[in-house]
């Protein structure tokens, strides 16, 4: 049974637009989302985080939206560049409980086009 | 700062060896996680480990794997009698604290003959 799901295991968008990465979760004790962009053949790299207590977070072009009762998260991207071009995978933990492992989702290919 | 590190990169074992997976974990990073990912699929958790403690072991199969992280020196992830379906990339990553984001290394893939 999924628990994170990422929904379009890919995404096209043009250079100078926004990219938009959604992700859903069914389990209501994550308190605790996570953003990873992965290059092949790289580890992930950590990008954004926000907490449940919070519906927005925003970090230079990136932000992450929440949605606590829809039970939905999504990443914006503006603009977007070549550069952003890679598998982009949401993660979500519950500490409160103290667990300290992340659930992954399957990933978005995200690919900007020049 | 060096980041979290892994070695080897790529490890290759045939069926009934034993494979040894290191992480060092960044500076001042005192809680490793390992994960396993499968062609196509996200990360899938192992094992969370604290200084010289198991912490969860809850994602880690119950025979052949095993995970240490001993006072001195680096997290070591153990596969005994390795069989083909343990081919995979596994990733370790550190964090400060429980709370804290996860910082990842670049991964071992492991193939197996």
């Known amino acids: 049974d999924q628990q994170v799901k990422q929904n379009s295991p890919s995404l096209s968008v043009q250079e100078g637009r926004i990219s938009i990465l959604n992700c859903d979760y069914t389990?209501?004790?994550?308190?605790?989302f996570l953003w990873y962009k992965k290059y092949p053949a790289e580890g992930p790299t950590f990008l954004i985080s926000?907490?449940?207590?919070?519906d927005k977070n925003e970090d230079g072009r990136f932000t992450v939206f929440l949605n606590k009762s829809a039970k939905h998260l999504s990443l914006h991207i503006v603009p977007s560049q070549p550069g952003d071009s890679a598998v982009y995978f949401c993660?979500?933990?519950?500490?409160?409980?103290?667990?300290?492992?992340?659930?992954f989702g399957k990933g978005t290919k995200l690919s900007v086009k020049p | 700062n060096a980041g979290v590190m892994q070695n080897p990169r790529h490890l290759v074992r045939r069926r009934g060896q034993e494979a040894r997976l290191r992480c060092s974990p960044m500076?001042?990073?005192?809680?490793v996680y390992w994960y396993r990912q499968l062609p196509e699929e996200g990360l899938k958790f192992m094992v969370y480990?604290?200084?010289?403690?198991?912490?969860?072991e809850s994602g880690m199969p119950k025979e052949r794997f095993s995970a240490e992280f001993p006072k001195e020196g680096p997290s070591i992830l153990r596969i005994q009698q390795v069989v083909r379906g343990d081919s995979a990339a596994y990733f370790c990553?550190?964090?400060?604290?429980?709370?804290?984001?996860?910082?990842f290394g670049d991964g071992t893939r492991l193939s197996i003959l």
């Open positions: 990553a550190s964090s400060p604290g429980l709370d804290q984001p996860q910082h």
């Open positions: 389990n209501s004790m994550f308190d605790y």
């Open positions: 926000i907490s449940s207590i919070k």
């Open positions: 993660a979500a933990s519950n500490y409160g409980g103290s667990q300290g492992n992340l659930i």
């Open positions: 500076k001042g990073h005192s809680h």
């Open positions: 480990l604290q200084k010289e403690n198991i912490i969860d």
